[in-house]
T-cell receptor
Framework: DAGVIQSPRHEVTEMGQEVTLRCKPI?????LFWYRQTMMRGLELLIY????????DSGMPEDRFSAKMPNASFSTLKIQPSEPRDSAVYFC???????????FGSGTRLTVV | KNEVEQSPQNLTAQEGEFITINCSYS?????LHWLQQHPGGGIVSLFM???GKKKHGRLIATINIQEKHSSLHITASHPRDSAVYIC???????????FGKGTKLTVNP
């Protein structure tokens, strides 16, 4: 298995633009998580899905952020409009169930200028 | 006060030394995770614990539920162990992880 695949690896965009981050989880994993990592706040959970259904989105910063999982093999995290404070590394992770660990993607480094 | 506290924040060791990283938490949990993040940024899940002790190679993780404390030990440390080690807890009834700020370990040859 190729692991959790995220794209793009790096994204530089101007303030106000829409940004879409993509994630392909490991086949057979029922849980998908989106995390954000910054120097100030460390790692934070944004949202997670179980069987493609959003379960907890309490970590989503504000209405500018939205996440979808249209099927078991694909998820997106969208920021519209982007702001410089959204600059961070965004990780996607997947898990088969709550009894096992997580597999993380390589992350997307987002820079909003 | 953070729900998950790690110590030390930074740790420098000489190759071969025994390393201990500590994690304390203030909430009831269903599981505790130890993660490793290498300088390149990738995150690897090392252990998931709900009780007792787990060992994988030179890494050992322990947890004391009553004291709300976990330790990660590295025996015979090596420069390739240099990374940030992150403790995270999962509260009962949720898959949400709450993370510590991480411990940056540098092992010098």
């Amino acid at each position: 298995d190729a692991g959790v695949i995220q794209s793009p690896r790096h994204e530089v965009t101007e303030m106000g633009q829409e940004v879409t981050l993509r994630c392909k989880p490991i086949s057979g994993h029922d849980y998908l998580f989106w995390y954000r990592q910054t120097m100030m706040r460390g790692l934070e959970l944004l949202i997670y899905f179980n069987n493609n259904v959003p379960i907890d989105d309490s970590g989503m910063p504000e209405d500018r952020f939205s996440a979808k999982m249209p099927n078991a093999s694909f998820s997106t995290l969208k920021i519209q409009p982007s702001e410089p404070r959204d600059s961070a590394v965004y990780f996607c992770a997947s898990s088969r169930n709550s009894r096992v660990g997580y597999t993380f993607g390589s992350g997307t480094r987002l820079t909003v200028v | 006060k953070n729900e998950v506290e790690q110590s030390p924040q930074n740790l420098t060791a000489q190759e071969g030394e025994f390393i201990t990283i500590n994690c304390s938490y203030s909430v009831g949990i269903s599981a505790l995770h130890w993660l490793q993040q290498h300088p390149g940024g990738g995150i690897v899940s090392l252990f998931m614990l709900s009780s007792g002790k787990k060992k994988h190679g030179r890494l050992i993780a322990t947890i004391n539920i009553q004291e709300k404390h976990s330790s990660l030990h590295i025996t015979a440390s090596h420069p390739r162990d240099s990374a940030v080690y992150i403790c995270a807890v999962r509260q009962g009834g949720s898959e949400k992880l709450v993370f510590g700020k991480g411990t940056k370990l540098t092992v010098n040859p």
